[in-house]
């Protein structure tokens, strides 16, 4: 007969900079004043968790070893002292950890702030679900908390087939805005479907497709997920004296004479301060929540890779996104046992 060590769980440690993926036992955690014990099913893989690995996200403040993952999907174990909206059994998901010093998804547990969690949307599954808290965070930080986008307006996402990008357009939909996205000349299906005016960045100029969609007027409201040389075209495609430009990637050194002549506004997104900070955490999950209604009303829905990954290829689901090769969001299975 095998005994099973309840306080121990596999996980996958990063020990340093650039280092592979090591399988181990690490103790369980324990929920403590204000946490809940998640049994993770699903963890979403981000960008960002590559750019810790290479040693190149000093922002996300991430000491190793650690275990890394930021998007979890799974079932509540158990619910710390405090904790009044959870119980064991419940479904839930969030973004939750792998920065700050705070343990990540690449685990078959973690326990975590209840105010980062929701309950996850019934008609998704743990996986769909897994890909979504960073992403939808980001854009509903950048279209609703700064930019309040609503019906009537006119609004360009700059890289509408990507993560942050294909969840954002369709969050402008359910606001009731027009929609135009930039992507390339593949991607123009995809946009279409998702319900955007495809712009093919490679072919059109700013003027040109200023001209073409806003009669010169410029764009309300323009949400940059690409950053550089993009968000310095955004400046010169918004709309005068009313719109407003917003990025999730505003890195770098950026004029800003453009968007003063255009009497126009500018706003930045940083989506990890509620983790790495400790404040804003609860609207977190009242994001989550909203995300909740649009998803069960059938107007969100991540776009997946097919492929499955599970701990023993977190490499490879890594290596997919840094290739390109990814065909929608990644997300890594987590094994059991």
């Not at 979890?72 to 998901?93: N, R």
């Not at 007027?217 to 918004?238: C, P």
Request: charge should be neutral; charged fraction near 20%; proline fraction near 4%.
């Amino acid at each position: 007969m095998t005994t099973v060590n309840t306080s121990l769980m596999h996980a996958l440690v990063l020990d340093g900079v650039g280092s592979p993926f090591r399988r181990t036992d690490v103790a369980r955690p324990v929920a403590g004043t204000g946490q809940v014990l998640v049994r993770i099913k699903a963890s979403g893989v981000n960008p960002l968790d590559l750019k810790i690995r290479a040693g190149q996200a000093a922002h996300a403040r991430m000491p190793l070893p650690a275990v890394l993952g930021i998007d979890l999907a799974g079932v509540v174990e158990a619910v710390g002292p405090d904790v009044a909206h959870f119980k064991p059994g419940d479904e839930v998901y969030g973004m939750t950890g792998g920065v700050g010093g705070l343990q990540g998804s690449l685990a078959e547990f973690a326990a975590v702030d209840a105010d980062l969690l929701a309950i996850k949307p019934a008609n998704l599954t743990f996986r769909e679900a897994a890909a979504l808290p960073l992403v939808f965070i980001t854009a509903w930080e950048g279209l609703v908390d700064r930019a309040n986008v609503r019906t009537g307006q006119k609004v360009l996402i700059h890289g509408g087939a990507g993560g942050v990008g294909h969840v954002a357009v369709q969050l402008a939909r359910a606001r009731g805005a027009e929609v135009f996205a930039t992507g390339s000349a593949d991607k123009r299906e995809l946009l279409s479907k998702l319900g955007a005016t495809a712009i093919d960045y490679a072919t059109s100029s700013v003027e040109d497709y200023v001209a073409a969609h806003t009669d010169g007027e410029g764009f309300d409201v323009i949400y940059d997920t690409v950053g550089g040389a993009v968000l310095d075209a955004s400046f010169h495609a918004v709309r005068r004296y009313h719109g407003h430009v917003v990025s999730c990637l505003g890195w770098g050194t950026h004029a800003l004479a453009p968007l003063s002549f255009r009497g126009a506004t500018y706003s930045g997104v940083f989506t990890l301060l509620p983790l790495l900070t400790g404040k804003g955490r609860a609207h977190h999950g009242d994001i989550l929540r909203q995300a909740n209604s649009l998803a069960e009303a059938g107007a969100l829905r991540p776009l997946l890779d097919p492929r499955r990954f599970t701990l023993g290829t977190a490499h490879d689901a890594h290596e997919a996104i840094a290739t390109r090769s990814a065909a929608g969001r990644v997300v890594i299975d987590i094994a059991e046992g």
